[in-house]
């Protein structure tokens, strides 16, 4: 399709009126296309490609399993891949959660969490368990299900019809902290505010809490303070209350820890993730659950009443078993903790622009948020469009980054997330970072 031209293929793009360009190859953290111009992937697409594009093992391994056999559904085989992934994956996981179940995607993952903790409580003779609580300014997945438990009220508008209402409490965001606070002031009121929704709600009706380490689409890399998780987790204690820890985009290695609650020593009943797991090489993610869980749904209704044709397919296992291999021998997580702070205090030059309101992150996952009033944090209308203008900039100058917006209340705030691959250089980064910061200042000049 030529830039400008009416799109006449018959793909049903995302966004029809917009330009694509044909993507020839991928090579480490670079994407080149047709015209042979070449992009820093510095979101790793959304924050997936965690081992970098076109790496050789990886395709050994998908094309050694597929000379074996491509598919075989779940309900019928188990394979070397899917118990070697399994393995893998526990090994990497908190203590405890060690029984992986493979979807094929991060919609799916949450959704299946959500069915295991509903199932856990109907077979242990709690069914009247059933709500989900989760938080507003997160992101879950797009699928009903999860789009009922995402708190971003742009992506929800459309289909409110269509989505079960269920509780939101208010988000960890110190930068918009919920209560007005200074952080010295901080008595993590953002996480007791879950222990009155419980209650409000009626304790035996909630199943489980969901909620992202640290939150990724909606906001740009929120780190919570660190006593955060802690206090949730004894909340969902008292109240026998499972907690979800929504590790689509933080897991495997993105936070410079395996799972991002590692940084917190807090051990979910339940990790949704991964997109570190097929890493863009395969559709691979997993429900990572307790043996408790586990064990409650063998001896109760003996099955897990969910599935998906394509869960545990050994052609994805194969990649993923590649993945974790490739990650592990390269020390990559290390790296993601070791290259964190080099990324943020490089990010910390785009400060010098006026609307740039804030810069934060965890390993190779930051975010940068942009305000029109640094003083007041006044967001910009949504109709400036100023996150997707800087990614377009960046764009047009051969830099991927991950616009976002509806962090400051649903519908205003903007943001870009940096999500590079970890084999990315501190040269490399110099160089996402200079581009970056040549996009800014242009929106900042027009802005202005
Ligand atoms: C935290 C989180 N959960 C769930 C999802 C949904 O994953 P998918 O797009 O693979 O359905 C995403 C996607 O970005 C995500 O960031």
Known sequence: MARGTLNQDHVFYR??????????????????????????????????????????????????????????????????????????LVALAPAGLNRAYFVSGGSEA????????RQYHVDRGQPSRFKVISRWTSYHGNTLGALALSGHTGRRQYYLPLIGHTPHIVPAYCYRCPFGLAPAAC???????????????GPESVSAFIAEPVVGA???????????????????????????????????????KAFAVDHWDVR?????????????????FAVLATEAIHETIRSGRGAFVHGHTYGQNPLACAAAVAVLEYIETRDLIARSAALGPYLLDSLARLNRHEIVGDIRGLGLFAGVEFVRDRASREP?????????????????????????????????????????????????????????????????????
């Open 110 to 117: 949450v959704e299946t969490a959500v069915k295991l903790a």
């Open 268 to 284: 979910p009943d339940l990790i949704a993730g991964a997109k570190g797991l097929g890493a863009g090489y395969a559709p691979i």
């Open 218 to 256: 909606t906001a740009g890399a929120l780190v919570p303070p660190s006593g955060y998780f802690r206090k949730i987790r004894e909340i969902c204690d008292r109240y026998d209350v499972l907690f979800i820890a929504d590790e689509v985009m933080t897991g495997l290695g993105r936070t410079g």
């Open 187 to 201: 008595a993590l009121e953002c996480a007791a505010d879950l222990e009155k929704t419980i209650l409000y709600e």
């Open 380 to 448: 910009f209308p949504p109709e400036a469009r100023v996150n997707a203008r800087i990614a377009e900039r960046a764009f047009a100058r051969g830099l991927i980054v991950y616009p976002g917006g509806g962090g400051a209340d649903g519908i205003r705030g903007d943001h870009v997330l940096i999500a590079p691959p970890f084999v990315i250089t501190k040269r490399q980064i110099d160089a996402l970072v200079r581009l970056l910061d040549e996009a800014v200042a242009d929106i900042a000049r027009e802005t202005g």
């Open 15 to 88: 966004n029809p009126a917009r330009f694509y360009p044909t993507v020839d190859r991928g090579r480490g953290v670079y994407l080149y296309d047709t015209d042979g111009k070449r992009y820093l992937d510095g979101a790793g697409g959304a924050a997936l490609a965690a081992i970098g594009h076109g790496v050789k093992d990886i395709e050994r391994a998908i094309a050694r399993q597929l000379r074996k056999v491509a598919f075989t559904h779940g309900s019928q085989f188990t394979s070397e891949a899917a118990v070697a992934l399994a393995g893998r």
